[in-house]
């Protein structure tokens, strides 16, 4: 089944190490920087450089896109579920609940959206998976709009109070 562990950058080596991760799934901003936790090999780490936006056409700002999906999808792909996958963001709020989501819809593509969307509703409270990544996954995991409904039905989160990073199963 896999576990996937979706959590703020603050807390991304702390995590790595506590649950034994081996692979990593990065979305963070362009140039931005920061460290590697140890126990996550360069070759098992995606890293993707876009913006939490919900729109293209914002100047400098990069969007989520299909290349983007698409990436997630391969490496979830690849991802043997032996250790838990650590997906992370800034904050562990918008874009990886967004990619935590179409990496659990990959490795287990039978399985009922708004289930999931309910398994990330009750690990989180304050996650609002960004919109336009789920849009682009939908499309792109040939969900006929069922990923899309199953996010709106769960609602934004609740507001940010912190990191908190969460915990649920790819698949039931």
């Known amino acids: 089944m896999g576990t996937i562990i979706v959590a703020p950058l603050g807390k991304i080596a702390e995590l790595a190490v506590r649950h034994r991760c081996r692979e990593m799934l990065s979305l963070v901003a362009p140039k931005q920087g920061f460290h590697r936790p140890a126990v996550i090999s360069a070759e ?13 056409g914002t100047g400098n700002l990069v969007a989520p896109g299909e290349e983007h999906i698409a990436a997630i999808v391969g490496f979830a792909l690849g991802w043997d579920r032996q250790a838990p996958l ?14 935590a989501l179409i990496a659990a819809l990959a490795v287990a593509p039978d ?4 289930e999931l969307a309910q398994r990330l509703r009750r690990a989180s409270v304050q ?43 790819a698949a039931p």
């Not at 098992?44 to 293209?56: P, W």
């Not at 399985?111 to 708004?114: A, L, N, R």
């Open 86 to 99: 650590l997906v992370h963001c800034m904050m562990g709020v918008s874009r990886s609940p967004a990619a």
């Open 111 to 114: 399985q009922d959206d708004h």
């Open 44 to 56: 098992r780490h995606l890293i993707l450089g876009v913006n939490d936006i919900a729109f293209a």
């Open 127 to 169: 996650a609002t998976p960004n919109a336009r990544l789920i849009e682009i996954g939908d499309h792109v995991l040939n969900r006929g709009g069922r990923l899309i409904a199953a996010v709106k039905a769960i609602g934004r989160g609740a507001d940010y109070v912190g990191d908190s990073p969460f915990t649920f199963p």
